[in-house]
């Protein structure tokens, strides 16, 4: 049985004292608690100290992630983080092949697949992203081409406890544009990364392998998704970034 995952993305917004805001803010809001839901925020970088210190004092009931990260224990890679670093924050997720990583900063699924095995051999979870843009999906191809992003990210990776692997589906012609996918337009394209999870990893493995949709889900939509077979939760961009509606989508995936 899959643990239900809400993860919120909160890209390049929040200064480090709003950040510990935001953090706090949600706190409170699901200081009830989660459920049997798994919630993660992923703030920049240089606030995840600040958010694992409100994790910790408010003994809040989510896990932190960090949005990026770099394949390398350590050296001469400028600007980079590596797992380790993650790791001595208190970072447990990072999502990784984020579709602005993919367009804005050149990365390849080459590239996701090492950063996969560098976060896994230090115990991170990777979040790792796929998605079609609107010109493959218009050219009717879409579903082929996550597919085929699926085997490159998940290359030689040894899963051996599947709720430690998650991959977040997010049409790039969905995210951030107020533009949804329908619930059925995400089962398709799940359901097919489920089968492709199947033959790569067996059975057992694909079964328990969360599959997130991801591409401006918000509080009035994200029930639907939820409905759908192979959809276990949510990548939130824009709607994690006020703490009573990321808290309303938490609250809709524990119904
Ligand atoms: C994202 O960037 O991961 C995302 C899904 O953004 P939004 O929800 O804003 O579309």
């Known amino acids: 049985m ?11 917004n929040k200064t480090f004292s709003e950040a510990v805001v935001l953090a706090e803010g949600l706190a409170r809001e699901l200081e009830g608690g989660t459920g049997d839901v798994d919630v993660v925020v992923a703030p920049p970088t240089i606030n995840l100290k600040g958010v694992a210190e409100v994790i910790e004092k408010e003994e809040a009931p989510f896990a932190l992630s960090a949005q990026n990260a770099y394949w390398q ?8 983080t590596a797992p380790n670093m993650l790791e001595a924050v208190g970072a447990t997720h990072c999502i990784i092949g984020h579709s602005e990583r993919r367009d804005y900063f050149g990365e390849t699924d080459e590239d996701i697949n090492k950063k996969a095995k560098a976060l896994m051999a230090h115990g991170i979870v990777p979040i790792s992203c796929c998605g079609e843009s609107l010109d493959i999906r218009e050219a009717g191809t879409h579903v082929a081409f996550v597919v085929d992003q699926i085997k490159k990210d998940t290359a030689g990776l040894e899963i051996t406890d599947p709720s430690k692997y998650v991959i977040a589906y997010e049409p790039i012609w969905a995210i951030g544009t107020g533009k949804t996918a329908t619930a059925d337009d995400a089962q398709e394209v799940c359901g097919a990364i489920r089968a492709t999870l199947v033959e790569i990893f067996g059975d057992e493995t694909a079964a328990g392998i969360r599959i997130l949709y991801g591409g401006s889900a918000n509080p009035s939509n994200i029930a639907g998704f939820l409905e759908k077979e192979d959809v276990d939760g949510a990548l939130v961009g824009g709607a994690s970034l006020k703490a009573d509606g990321f808290a309303d989508m938490v609250r809709s995936a524990m119904a």
């Open 2 to 12: 899959r643990k239900r995952m809400i993860a919120g993305n909160w890209k390049m």
């Open 73 to 80: 224990e350590s050296g001469a890679y400028t600007g980079e």
